[in-house]
């Protein structure tokens, strides 16, 4: 028996992701240029303090790739919002536009597990090199060390998830018979 689809019904799927997309990208258009300001205004003050020696790992790539991370972050968000927009309109460019910026996403953030590692470890580091801490101490410091990365990592991962079933609910043939 042949499957039959309401062409023309929209989905509440559809409309509440498109909205979810819009405020997201909003809010992260808006913080990229308060980061951008923020950033050309800190960092000639930052690199003249002598705080780098905190971070030695992460200071070099910092300074130097900061504002180009921000302004893809600005790109990224921009682009969100185009396709999201879009996507409430029922565009079919905007869909697959949409299903590769979420794709691009789970990339950034399986990526960012690497980031986030390396953030903790610095801190870590810098924190155990200044200050010296008894051993009861640091057993507790390093179980809430163990905390801070199983809770990152298991968010990163569930929030791959999410996308990850966005995506394949937006590949489904009731969603895309909405956008033909």
């Known amino acids: 028996m042949p499957q039959t689809f309401n062409v023309g019904a929209r989905s509440i799927f559809v409309t509440t992701v ?3 997309f819009i405020a997201l990208s909003l ?3 808006a913080s990229a240029v308060v980061q951008n300001a ?5 960092l ?3 690199q003249a303090s002598g705080s780098q020696r905190a971070l030695p790992l992460l200071t070099g790539l910092l300074i130097a790739y900061l504002p180009w991370v921000v302004g893809a972050g600005l790109a990224l968000s921009l682009a969100t919002l185009a396709s999201a927009i879009g996507l409430l309109m029922r565009l079919d460019w905007a869909r697959r536009a949409f299903i590769g910026l979420l794709v691009l996403a789970i990339v950034a953030n399986l990526l960012g597990l690497w980031f986030q590692h390396e953030v903790v470890q610095s801190v870590v580091d810098s924190t155990l ?5 008894p051993e009861q101490a640091l057993g507790v410091f390093g179980g809430f060390v ?5 809770m990152g990592v298991a968010m990163t991962l569930l929030a791959c998830a999410l996308l990850g079933w ?15």
């Open 27 to 29: 809010l992260a258009v």
């Open 129 to 133: 090199s200044r200050t010296p801490l």
């Open 44 to 46: 000639p003050g930052w």
């Open 146 to 150: 163990t905390a801070a990365r199983a």
């Open 38 to 42: 923020a950033v050309a205004s800190l």
């Open 18 to 20: 498109a909205w979810v």
């Open 166 to 180: 966005i995506i394949h609910r937006l590949m489904s043939a009731a969603v895309k018979q909405e956008f033909a």
